[in-house]
């Protein structure tokens, strides 16, 4: 079973930092592009950024030079370094992951069930 868990949420304050970690369960065949998505507080949710396999990473202007994604293929595992945390950054975020769970399988997007950011002023 694919299974796609975040964690790493935490309340800080405005200024603060905080590192979300997405791990993928074991005996994936493949992954392709993972990616960080956010639900604020009476919105959609929208995406935060994206890493291809080989590392190349795209953001959205909001918190592009503040947040950092990176992976670690060996272990099934991306990252998210957020820096610089603002309080309209507050929410849920989550990862996701486009990914193959055996040779017999077609490519699916698979998603985790969230963790909670939340920044103060």
């Known amino acids: 079973q694919v299974q796609l868990v975040e964690s790493g949420g935490d309340s800080v304050q405005t200024g603060g930092s905080l590192r979300l970690s997405c791990a993928v369960s074991?005996?994936?065949?493949?992954?392709?592009?993972m990616g960080w998505y956010r639900r604020l507080p009476g919105k959609e949710r929208e995406l935060v950024g994206t890493?291809?396999?080989?590392?190349?990473?795209n953001y959205a202007r909001s918190v592009k030079g503040r947040f950092t994604i990176s992976r670690d293929n060996a272990k099934n595992m991306m990252s998210l370094q957020l820096d610089s945390l603002k309080p309209e950054d507050t929410g849920v975020y989550y990862c996701?992951?486009?990914?193959?769970?055996?040779?017999?399988?077609?490519?699916?997007?698979?998603w985790g069930r969230g963790t909670q950011v939340t920044v103060s002023s």
């Open positions: 074991e005996n994936i065949f493949s992954i392709d592009v």
């Open positions: 996701n992951a486009l990914l193959t769970a055996d040779s017999t399988s077609r490519p699916e997007i698979y």
């Open positions: 890493i291809t396999p080989t590392g190349v990473t």
